[in-house]
C-alpha cells in the first residue's frame, strides 16, 4: 500500500516536472541567438605571434574558411600552429597507422571528412595564397 502512494507521488512529481519544462522551452528557444561555429569568424586577437588552431574534424572547405578567418589577425610575424593527425603517403611497419587510418570511415559519416595524408594536408594549406608551409 505505502509503495503505490510512493508511485502515485512520485508521478505527480515527474508530470509537475515535464509540464512546466514544456511551458520554459519554447521561451528559452526564442531568447537564444542563433550559434555560429567560433573558428569561422573573424580572428578577434589581432597581431599575435601565434595562433593555435585544430583544423582535424573538418573537411577541406571548412578548414579553408577557418584558416582564411585567420588572415585578417596575422602579422607579418605571425605563426598559425595546426594541430592534426596525418597519416603518412607511404605505408610503414607498425599497426598504429592503420588504427588510425580506421577512423577515417566513422570521420567520413558523422562529419563528412577523411583523416589526411601528407600530401593532402600541405594540398589544402598551399591553396591559401597568404600563406606557406
Sequence with gaps: MASNAWRSRRSIQLSRAASSS??????LKRQSP???PRELIEQPVKDARAYYQIVHNHNDETCHRILAAHLSALSPSSVTLIDD????DEKPVTGSVEYMAGLSLPMLTMVNALERCEGGAYCYIGRLDSMRV
Design 34 to 36: 542563433p550559434t555560429v
Design 85 to 88: 593527425k596525418i597519416l603518412p
Design 22 to 27: 514544456r511551458i520554459d522551452r519554447p521561451s
